[in-house]
């Protein structure tokens, strides 16, 4: 059981480069979400998805999108990296009788 | 505004004696709380929770207590291990619907020593 897949697990980016992080869960889950993890900081929201179809802004959108593609599948895009990005992202799936996520092994992103 | 406060970024104990870590909320619609674990290189993986309706739940040599009075709970591990060491954080959320978010602190890192 692979539980939350996420792609590529290391990244280098130059500043102004756009790249997607893909996350797909095989549990059947409704709920996704991307967070970011810096030191000092814990982890961080940056989108959600309640469901298919769904998306909602967390506590730090901004110079994110996120795209819900089906029920298994949310990815996390950079239009546009600025170093201020450099971090660990985490996608994270919920099934709906709980309130724990279930996450994935994380994708180091470094802009320069 | 850290509506999850995680106030001891570290902790040193000692093999087979308790841990003991401390988180603080600020948010009093948040009614669900859970403690995650987190190894290098890997996600955080789910370690024990508890309801609002409850001030104590237990599973093995994991105890979280609530106090929902002073918005404080805690984890009990005892005893410790070695393999105890690694990152924790202490998570909240408004259970409302299906769309719960949870709101993290900032981790408290515990190394249990030999």
């Known amino acids: 059981n692979a539980g939350v897949t996420q792609t590529p697990k290391f990244q280098v980016l130059k500043t102004g480069q756009s790249m997607t992080l893909q996350c797909a869960q095989d549990m059947n889950h409704n709920s996704m979400y991307w967070y970011r993890q810096d030191p000092g900081m814990g982890l961080r929201l940056i989108y959600y998805s309640a469901s298919e179809g769904t998306t909602d802004k967390g506590e730090v959108p901004n110079g994110y999108n996120v795209s819900r593609l089906n029920k298994r599948e949310f990815s996390l895009r950079l239009e546009s990296a600025a170093p201020s990005q450099t971090s660990v992202y985490f996608c994270?799936?919920?099934?709906?009788?709980?309130?724990?996520?279930?996450f994935g092994e994380g994708s180091r992103l470094t802009v320069l | 505004d850290q509506q999850v406060k995680q106030n001891s970024p570290s902790l040193s104990v000692q093999e087979g004696r308790i841990s003991i870590l401390n988180c603080d909320y600020t948010n009093s619609m948040f009614d669900y709380f859970l403690w995650y674990k987190k190894y290098p290189a890997e996600g955080p993986t789910f370690l024990i929770s508890i309801s609002s309706i409850k001030d104590k739940n237990e599973d093995g040599r994991f105890t979280v207590f609530l106090n929902k009075s002073a918005k404080h709970l805690s984890l009990h591990i005892v005893p410790s291990q070695p393999g105890d060491s690694a990152v924790y954080f202490c998570a909240a959320s408004a259970m409302a619907g299906t769309a719960s978010k949870l709101t993290f602190g900032t981790g408290t890192r515990l190394q249990v020593t030999l």
């Open positions: 994270a799936s919920r099934p709906a009788n709980t309130g724990e996520l279930f």
